[in-house]
C-alpha cells in the first residue's frame, strides 16, 4: 500500500481521512503468471496499480495477438472505455509474471471520488496520462522499428529487462527474429 499512497501523494497530497478511505477501498490481490486479469468481451469492473509485476495490454487483430503496451511496477492499469464505460472490453490485460496489484471497484471508485483530495488526484492523473498517451502515439508512430526500441531502452527500461521477447516485438511491429538483429545492431 507504502507505493500506490506515495504515487498518489506525488500528484496530489492526500489528508488523512482521504488516505484511509484509500486503503479501506482498495484491496490486494495476487495475479499468477498468464493469468488474466482483464478479458475481452467482458466489462472492467476494477483499476488496478500494479504494487509488482507485469501485465501486457493485447488485442486479437486476424486471430493474432497485438501487444498494445506492457505495463511494470507502480503503474495503473485498467481497459479505460470498458471500466469508465462499463461496457465490454475489447483489449486483454494479462499477467506476465506473478503479479501483485491493489484493485478498485467501480462502485467504490465513485465513492473515493466524493473525497475532494482523492478527485483532485484523479483528474492530475487522468490529465497526464492523456497527455502522454497521445504524445507517445504521435511519435511512436513516426519511429522506426529500431528507434521504437531505443525509445523502450531508454525511456521504459523494465519493459526491456523484464518483457518476452515476442511481446516487445509485438509493440514494436516486428518479428522476433527482426527485433533480434536490431538488439544485436545495438550491442
Same mark, same amino acid.
Given at each position: 500500500? !507504502? ?12 489528508? /488523512?481521512?482521504?488516505?484511509?478511505? &484509500?486503503?479501506?477501498?482498495?484491496? @490486494? ?16 469492473? /476494477? ?6 509485476? &507485469? ?5 486479437? @487483430?486476424?486471430?493474432?495477438?497485438? !501487444?498494445?503496451?506492457?505495463? !511494470?511496477? #507502480? ?15 475489447? @483489449? ?6 506473478? !503479479? ?21 488526484? #484523479? ?15 504521435? /511519435? ?5 522499428? #529500431? ?19 515476442? #511481446? ?20
Amino acid at each position: 500500500m !507504502t507505493e500506490l499512497l506515495s504515487f498518489i501523494n506525488s500528484l496530489q497530497k492526500l489528508d /488523512n481521512e482521504t488516505e484511509l478511505a &484509500v486503503r479501506s477501498y482498495f484491496v @490486494e490481490k495476487r495475479f499468477k503468471k498468464n493469468e488474466f486479469i482483464i478479458k475481452e468481451g467482458l466489462i472492467c469492473t /476494477n483499476v488496478y496499480f500494479i504494487q509488482s509485476g &507485469v501485465v501486457r495490454r493485447f488485442c486479437l @487483430e486476424d486471430g493474432m495477438e497485438v !501487444t498494445k503496451w506492457i505495463y !511494470t511496477d #507502480h503503474q495503473f492499469i485498467t481497459s479505460l472505455s470498458s471500466f469508465f464505460e462499463q461496457r465490454p472490453s475489447f @483489449e486483454i490485460f494479462q499477467a506476465c509474471e506473478d !503479479t501483485i496489484v491493489y484493485s478498485l471497484s467501480y462502485a467504490d471508485e465513485q465513492i473515493l471520488l466524493e473525497y475532494p483530495l482523492f478527485s483532485k488526484f #484523479h483528474v492530475k492523473q487522468l490529465r497526464m496520462y492523456l497527455s502522454k498517451i497521445n504524445e507517445f502515439h504521435h /511519435n511512436f508512430r513516426l519511429m522506426s522499428a #529500431h528507434e521504437k526500441y531505443i525509445f523502450l531502452l531508454k525511456s521504459f527500461p523494465e519493459i526491456i529487462k523484464r518483457a518476452k521477447l515476442k #511481446h516487445i516485438a509485438s509493440l514494436i511491429g516486428v518479428s522476433p527474429e527482426t527485433l533480434s538483429r536490431i538488439r544485436t545492431s545495438i550491442i
